[in-house]
């Protein structure tokens, strides 16, 4: 009953979890950087993920895009078991064509906007849809234009990146991973990169987003967005998810000790 | 003086006006030749410097130090020399005896490439380390295979930062062509001299030929730039 | 599978041409880097007719090959009689000297682009702090301007050497006996062209190694003496 404005997937175990990650490992040489993360996400969750720099949050989300290879875990990605296979003590990729497809499954949003800069906005929408999900021209170019109105660029959509200020760059960023009709979305650090004046306009476009009941997965270090917007909050320490839970719980302070303390040192800062 | 001129510059059968604008277009075409056949082996060369095994990167920067540090005209010799050596010795031993040697055009272009092939390495190489990884990684998350990304995103921009460096690379085929004289093919450079020999007028015939050459350079140059600005546009704020 | 016996006559031989390619680029070298200082300087020049001159010499002597230039002066200039009843057709007669003004002119017009980089290259706010010292003219360009553009056009300069080095074998052409001149004569003798390839470019390769060594050391001193000025 408590739970009732919130999504109900979120508790019940009966339906497919949108991400489900078993003991995920990451390892650079020696030094272990994801150390065992369960972890589940379900259809239309919004949560924040949370964390000290360097506690791993973009590995973990490189990971569930598979840009990241895991060391050792199970990742299931809309029900699908991502087939990774063991040699020796890593992973390597079973199915290329798996991988591919499940990428533009869930798009991911870089905190450099990464935009291919030899195209104009509306190319860059296009590009994946055609190429990658043969998906037809016609099709694809009213879908990005739609997307480009519903994020404020229609009437950059010949322009390049180049000329494009950060905020807009990132909304286009986001209408590219849209174009593909994700079934999540991931976001690292979307608004780190953006001047103060631009963080707004980028995370209006999120917080519709969100309202829509996307799959959202968002690093961030914007707190009152991850307290107001997500549906759930992931804090990440040193590998480990120490803390998890509805951001006014957490927020309210007193569940998690090393969350406070966290948020506490954000605030000073 | 003047009608004299005419005559010997004429299109006539007096005239060395028709052999010389042939000898123009073996130019052109062996240095354009030399040019494409040097972007293979650019490309190569530049994809061996930058492979992760130890062994196929030292035969890149064997490739580039060798044909960047010998003069070309010894590269033509062992093209020219070293082709009829082979071919001699195969035809040979297959039971056609005589003497062998390839065509010179063949010969020119063969050096030209490889010559320019290990300075284009260095272009393409460098290009190559300018790419956003970022970008390259947004294609990556987008579901794009290796083979997409190279022909949508990494080969486009490569050649984008590379243009400038294969502009100069191309002047240089371009003038290298001039070498090709020694081994006998009729270029600019060989029938100004011929014309030059039997007219007893070398001054004339060779500011010809450079004339000639400073125009195909130039008119070269300024389409390589204008395809430089139209590829820059997107970098341009 | 080497013939030893036979890479180390080779050897011999080619070295006796090593003594006439360094001359050959030492000599163009130094007198390239002369005519260029006056290139570099016309170009610069508020007087619009030399201005022109020197770019016309720059654009002659860069937009042509080499070999053109070798043969326009050694084959061409014979044609000009007030030329061959001079004091200077003695030398201008012999392929010797012959090669030398056209590597020198021919270098004068890339180390004159190289000295307008590099002093174009100086950083305005060096100057403005020259002048605000008080200097000006010729003291300005020898204690600020000149330096550092020194320390810029360096190692562009290195490289224009090397290919200068590289450049010295088209004086075989016109009959000199240099390293690429005896290394054809052996080919053409011999016909065993791999052998004679490898020895002789390895000659020019370590020539190019040791030309780029010394202006990396060059350069390192020139580095040293500005921390210890900073200093
Ligand atoms: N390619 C790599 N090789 C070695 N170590 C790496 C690599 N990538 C990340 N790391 C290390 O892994 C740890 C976690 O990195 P990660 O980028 O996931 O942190 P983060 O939580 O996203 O931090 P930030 O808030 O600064 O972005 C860091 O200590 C980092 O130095
Ligand atoms: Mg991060």
Redesign the pocket.
Known sequence: MASASRPAAADNASTVPAIAVDGLHKR??A?E?LKGIDFRAHEGEVISIL????????????CLNLL?LPSAGRLQIFGEQVDLRQSGDALHIGNRRQVDRLRTQVAMVF?NFCLWSHMTVLENLMEAPIHVQRRGRGEVREEAEAMLRRVGLIDRAKAYPAQLSGGQQQRAAIARALVMKPRGLLF??PTSALDPELVGEVLKVMRDLAAEGRTMLI?T?EMAFARDVSSRIVF?EQ?RIKAEGLPLDLFRGGVNERFDQFISRFNQA | MTSGMFELLGFGPQGWGLPLLKAAGVTIAAALCGFLLGSIFGIGGATLKLARPRALRLIGQAYTTVFRGVPEILVVYLFYFGGSVILTTLMNTGGFPGFYSLPSFVIGVLAIGIVSGAYQTEAYRSAYLRLDRGQIEAGTACGMSKLLLLRRIVAPQTLRFALPALGNIWQSALKETSLLSVIGLTELLRQAGTAAGSTRQPLLFYAIAAAVFLVIGRATGAGLNRMESHLAKPWRR | MLDWPFLTDVLGQLLSGLPLTLQLAALSLSIGFALAVFVAGAAGSAFAPLRWAAKAHVELFRGTPLLLQIFLIYYGLGQIAPLRHSALWPFLREPYWCAILALALNTSAYTAEIIRGAIQAVPAHEIEAGRACGMSGLLLRRRIIWPIALRQGLAVYGSEAILMIKATSLASIITLTELTGIAHKLISSTYRIFEIFIVTGAIYLALTFLMSAAFALLERQLQAHHAHRRA
């Open positions: 650079y040489g030094i950087v964390g000290a720099s360097g506690s791993g949050k973009s590995t973990f989300l490189r990241e905190q690292d650090e690093v270090h990440l590998g």
